[in-house]
C-alpha cells in the first residue's frame, strides 16, 4: 500500500516519487493506513513541508490518503490531469497564509438583518444577491484584505457558524511576499475591532489543493 | 488550551480538512476523520482567548 503525501510539478530529491506522466506523486509505502495521532498528523506535515522546499509546486493530499499500488495511483493521476495541472500551476511558488477572524455571532446577526429590510421583490433579489456575495467574503475585516490585496495571488473564504469564530480566509502568497504580507496584515489588524483575527503560515497550500475538485 | 494546543488545532484543520480529497483510487485510510473536524471550530474559539495573551 502506498500513503500519498503530495503531487508536486517535479521530482524532489530524497523522496520516493512516482511519475504519473509529468505530475509526480510523492509516496511512501506503508503496511496499513495510518492512525491519526498528533504526531502522525505532525509527521505528515513536517513531509509536506520538506517535499515543498524542493518542489516548484506541490499540492498536498489530505492526511491518510493511501493507493493500493502505483499502477492505481498513476491511474488516478490520469484520470484527473487536467485539474491537477492547473492546480499545481496556480500554486506554483506560492504558500499560504490562513487568517481566523473571531467575533460576536450577535454583531454578524445584526448585519444580516439589515439586509433582508427590502420592500420589495427585486429588491429582495438583489439584497440576497448581495449577501451571498458577501457571504463568500469577509467584510468584518475589510481592511485587512484591502491591505493584503497586493500581495495575494488567490483567497479562499470560509463562514462558519459556530458562536466567536466568525470565518477563516486562506490566502495564496508567493514566498518571497511573505515578510509584505506580515507588515501589511501588522499595519491592518487593529483597524478591525470589535473582531479580532489571528494569523498563522506560512503553510503548504492544503487549502488550495483541496480546491482543485470543487 | 495553551498555545501549543491553538498550533495543534490549526494543524488538524490544514492536514485533516484541507488537501487534495480524491474519491476511487486513492482513499482516506483513516476512521473518524469528520467527527474530528466537527469539534474543530468550536476548539479553535477557544484558541482565541489564547491569542489574545
Known amino acids: ?214 | 488550551l495553551d498555545r501549543a494546543d491553538a498550533s495543534l488545532l490549526e494543524l488538524v484543520d490544514h492536514v485533516l480538512n484541507k488537501g487534495v480529497l480524491i474519491d476511487g483510487e486513492v482513499m482516506l485510510g483513516v476512521a473518524g476523520v469528520d467527527l474530528v473536524y466537527l469539534r474543530l471550530s468550536a476548539l479553535l474559539c477557544a484558541a482565541d482567548r489564547v491569542m489574545e495573551r
Not at chain 1, 506554483?92 to 433582508?116: E, H, I, K, N
Not at chain 1, 496584515?185 to 482543485?212: D, L, N
Open chain 1, 1 to 214: 500500500m502506498l500513503y500519498v503525501y503530495a503531487l508536486t510539478d517535479r521530482n524532489v530529491e530524497s523522496t520516493e516519487t512516482i511519475d504519473c506522466g509529468g505530475i509526480f506523486a510523492v509516496i511512501r509505502e506503508v503496511k496499513r493506513a495510518p492512525q491519526i495521532s498528533e504526531s502522525a498528523m505532525r509527521r505528515h506535515d513536517r513531509e509536506v513541508r520538506r517535499i515543498a522546499a524542493g518542489a516548484g509546486a506541490i499540492l498536498p493530499m489530505r492526511f491518510g490518503s493511501v493507493a493500493a499500488d502505483g499502477t492505481a495511483l498513476a491511474r488516478m493521476v490520469g484520470e484527473r490531469r487536467a485539474e491537477l495541472s492547473l492546480g499545481l500551476a496556480r500554486v506554483a511558488g506560492c504558500v499560504q497564509m490562513t487568517l481566523r477572524v473571531f467575533g460576536s455571532r450577535v454583531a454578524s446577526t445584526r448585519r444580516s438583518a439589515r439586509v433582508m429590510e427590502v420592500k420589495g421583490g427585486a429588491e429582495y433579489l438583489a439584497r440576497r444577491r448581495a449577501a451571498l456575495a458577501r457571504e463568500a467574503s469577509a467584510a468584518e475585516i475589510a481592511p485587512v484584505l484591502e491591505a493584503v490585496a497586493p500581495l495575494i495571488r488567490g483567497q479562499i473564504v470560509e463562514r462558519h457558524e459556530v458562536l466567536g469564530l466568525v470565518a477563516s480566509v486562506y490566502h495564496l502568497v508567493k514566498g518571497e511576499r511573505v515578510g509584505a504580507y506580515d507588515a501589511a496584515f501588522g499595519g491592518a489588524a487593529p483597524a478591525i475591532a470589535p473582531f479580532r483575527v489571528a494569523k498563522s503560515g506560512p503553510w503548504p497550500p492544503y487549502a488550495f489543493a483541496a480546491e482543485v475538485f470543487s
